[in-house]
């Protein structure tokens, strides 16, 4: 840095000095005026002196840093797991709320009638997919034809009925028992619905019926198939061990239906579903058939399908259709597993609260018949 000092007449003089010198950069440190010349301080005269500077080291201006944010590294792996458990309950919660609120504009862009059984369907819990399925498909009908409502609740019934695998409910060969087994949930009501079954097949239908209970872990489970077998007076074997079931089956190969009740276990519980299928891989059953209470919440079902699918089920009981207003869940199960419904089961009273599973029924009950 120069640092120079100029006196000159007056203050443009000086500047012009400064600039002149040390170029257009310079920068004045100090003013004053003084007096100089004269003699002992007479005939002085006034001055301007400027101090000024050149080649300052510019200040270099502060660099901004972007500014980012770094997300904390989670050693527990927990948190996030949590964090993603949360995001699943905000989708599911998403999910539930009405096609309106949420996807507002597609049900009411929709043409009546449509837009009517948009929210119909949406109010049933039907899967979203589904109901995109079943609208578009409905569309082209509706916009060519000019359907009126009922006319596209028929198509609509139809277009369900076509969606469900028709099955008998239990199938029966000549000279064989039909070994059905019923797995499930705990408290779906697999007893229930056995001791059902029972009275169904052994006083109306006449056939020759046997139950067997291999749910020896659940305190009462044994008895509780016992009352019903000494009320219908038909036979009660116990299955202790998977090992006992050849034993028990041959016992009862007699009998043209032998229904199995097994303990009900925890779709998390792979010790106990891995016991369930070595009980069912002895008893050779001709069809297992998975018990659904229809008040299960719709991401547990989906739990509970895929954890059993090891069980090799092929049928769905859909139980305890009296409590509750939507139904939708039926047909979600339905699709989602590629099985076919076998029983509806509509209240506590046994044998009354039972009826065979049909396409026309679900398609009725989605489309908002009651139970
Ligand atoms: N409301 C209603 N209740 C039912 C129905 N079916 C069964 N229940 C009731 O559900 C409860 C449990 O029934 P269970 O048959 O013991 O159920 P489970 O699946 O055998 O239970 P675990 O053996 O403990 O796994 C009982 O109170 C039944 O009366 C139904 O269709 N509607
Ligand atoms: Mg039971």
């Known amino acids: 840095m120069r640092i ?6 007056n203050i443009q003089e000086a500047l012009y000095k400064v600039k002149s010198e040390l170029g257009k950069d310079a920068i004045i440190l100090q ?71 949420i996807y507002g504009k597609s049900s009411e862009d929709l043409p009546p009638p449509l837009d009517e059984i948009y929210e119909k369907l949406t109010s049933a819990e039907l899967e979203r997919k589904l109901i995109d399925e079943i609208i578009d498909e409905l569309k082209p009908q509706v916009a060519e034809k000019g359907l009126d409502k009922n006319a596209v609740i028929t198509c609509l019934k139809n277009k369900i009925m076509t969606m469900i695998k028709v099955a008998e409910p239990i199938n029966f060969t000549e000279n064989q028992s039909s070994k059905v087994v019923f797995i499930g949930p705990t408290g779906v009501g697999k007893t229930t619905t056995i001791a059902k079954l ?48 050849p034993r028990v089956m041959k016992k009862l190969s007699d009998c043209e239906l032998i229904l199995v009740d097994t303990m009900g276990t925890s779709p998390r519980n792979k010790m106990q579903i891995k016991k369930i299928k070595s009980l069912i891989e002895m008893v ?71 009826e065979v599973a049909s396409g026309a029924r679900i398609a009725d009950l989605v489309l908002g018949g009651s139970s």
């Open 4 to 9: 120079k000092t100029y006196v000159a007449d």
């Open 31 to 101: 003013t004053r005026q003084i007096k100089k010349g004269g003699i002992l301080g007479f005939f002085s005269k006034p001055k301007v002196e400027v101090i000024a500077a050149s080649d300052i080291a510019q200040t270099p201006k502060p660099q901004l840093k972007p500014i980012t944010y770094e997300m904390p590294v989670r050693e527990n792996s927990r948190e996030l797991e949590d964090i993603k458990n949360d995001i699943n309950e905000v989708k599911d919660l998403l999910k539930s709320l009405s096609a309106r609120e």
């Open 198 to 245: 029972a009275a169904m097949y052994s006083l109306n239908l006449e056939k020759k019926v046997a139950l067997v209970a291999a749910d020896t872990y659940r305190v009462g489970a044994i008895e509780q198939l016992k009352t019903y077998g000494d009320l219908l007076e038909i036979p009660v074997e116990v299955i202790f061990e998977p090992a006992d079931a």
């Open 284 to 354: 050779e059953p001709t069809e297992v058939h998975m018990v659904i209470s229809v008040t299960t919440k719709a991401k547990d079902v989906y739990e509970i399908l895929d954890s059993y699918k090891e069980l090799n089920y092929k049928k769905l009981v859909f139980t305890k259709l009296d409590e509750t207003k939507s139904y939708g869940l039926i047909l979600n199960a339905i699709i989602f597993s590629n099985c076919s419904p076998s029983y509806l089961t509509i209240g506590q009273n046994v044998p009354d609260d039972i």
